[in-house]
């Protein structure tokens, strides 16, 4: 099975900080992953498919980037509706998600 | 409107079993993979199975395989999710969501459902 290994689990940060999410792959999945966003008592929302395309309607500042087994979300300048958790996911053989990270305000 | 809702969670006892559903509106529900995600009280996401648009393929996560059953009506825009043998590690709220296929196989979940709670527990 492979494993989706996500890091940090949390991060502090502030209102317009430049914030990275880094994700490992257990072993090489190409671009086969996507990127969500969940806030408490919701449901996740698709962010990002195929490591880097932008789902439509999510702003430009979040981006996806990696191949291989290294993946990166970045969120250019973070606003206040972007305190969530985040969870990556591969779609290389079933469709495990990695453990998650959760974004606090400083 | 594109919308996903299910229904069926529940209380049930270790060993028991409890059916979910998921009705589909607003898209073509014929055209995409139909997945189930769970999320036990505090913890992250656990894909738990997906099933093709003509439900001839099925998969699941290991933990689960031989006691859940995914299954779809396609001329009811419905997906089901039959669990046996429940156990307390079980207890999530399960979603369903809908795969955009972006290349073959591969899936992105871009419409979930707002979840329906699970409790096994005696």
């Known amino acids: 099975d492979i494993q989706m290994t996500q890091s940090p689990s949390s991060l502090s940060a502030s209102v317009g900080d430049r914030v990275t999410i880094t994700c490992r792959a257990s072993q090489s999945i190409s671009n086969y992953v996507n990127w969500y966003q969940q806030k408490p008592g919701k449901a996740p929302k698709l962010l990002i498919y195929a490591a880097s395309s932008l789902q439509s309607g999510v702003p430009s500042r979040f981006s996806g980037s990696g191949s291989g087994t290294v993946f990166t979300l970045t969120v250019s300048s973070l606003q206040p509706e972007d305190f969530a958790t985040y969870y990556c996911q591969q779609t290389h053989s079933a469709h495990s998600f990695g453990g998650g990270t959760k974004v606090v305000i400083k | 409107e594109v919308q996903l809702v299910e229904s069926g969670g529940g209380l049930v006892q270790p060993g028991g079993s409890l059916r979910l559903s998921c009705a589909a509106s607003g898209f073509t529900f014929t055209k995409h993979w139909m997945s189930w995600v769970r999320q036990a009280p505090g913890k992250g996401l656990e894909w738990v199975a997906n099933?093709?648009?003509?439900?001839?393929?099925?998969y699941y996560v290991d933990s689960v395989r031989g006691r859940f059953t995914i299954s779809r009506d396609n001329a009811k825009n419905s997906l089901y999710l039959q669990m046996n043998n429940l156990r307390a590690e079980d207890t999530a709220v399960y979603y369903c969501?809908?795969?955009?296929?972006?290349?073959?196989?591969?899936?992105?979940?871009?419409?979930w459902g707002q979840g329906t709670m699970v409790t096994v527990s005696s």
């Open positions: 969501a809908r795969g955009e296929e972006w290349l073959l196989y591969r899936v992105a979940f871009d419409v």
């Open positions: 099933i093709k648009q003509d439900g001839s393929e099925k």
